[in-house]
């Protein structure tokens, strides 16, 4: 069982930067990768960012060169650093795990609003 919790959602004018973390417990060994999803009103939720358990980093064409994921040493957190914020960003951003038994856990979610 893996618990994800998402926090440093908030409202940002646009060409600002906010600073996603998911603290992450239970079975931290057993995770092969992290992601950061986001789902906007009336769109499907879709991969922003991933890291695996060797720090190879994925990113969405729409972020790449403004998002960057992170993730400690300890394994028990990753951040997504989101740079130069657009209104299009505004979504329900989703911490996401995957075990290497393809078990999937996701968080709650936190909402980011950049308003224009």
């Known amino acids: 069982q893996v618990r994800l919790v998402e926090s440093g959602g908030g409202l940002v004018q646009a060409g600002g930067s906010l600073r996603l973390s998911c603290a992450v417990s239970?079975?931290?060994?057993?995770?092969?990768?992290l992601a950061w999803h986001r789902q906007a009103p009336g769109k499907q939720r879709e991969l922003v960012a991933s890291i695996t358990r060797g720090g190879t980093t994925t990113y969405a064409n729409s972020v790449k060169g403004r998002f960057t994921i992170s993730r400690n040493s300890a394994g028990n957190t990753v951040h997504l650093q989101m740079n130069s914020l657009k209104p299009e960003d505004t979504a329900v951003y989703y911490c996401?795990?995957?075990?290497?038994?393809?078990?999937?856990?996701w968080g709650q979610g936190t909402q980011v609003t950049v308003s224009s």
């Open positions: 996401h795990s995957q075990t290497v038994y393809a078990r999937v856990y």
């Open positions: 239970g079975s931290i060994f057993d995770i092969n990768t």
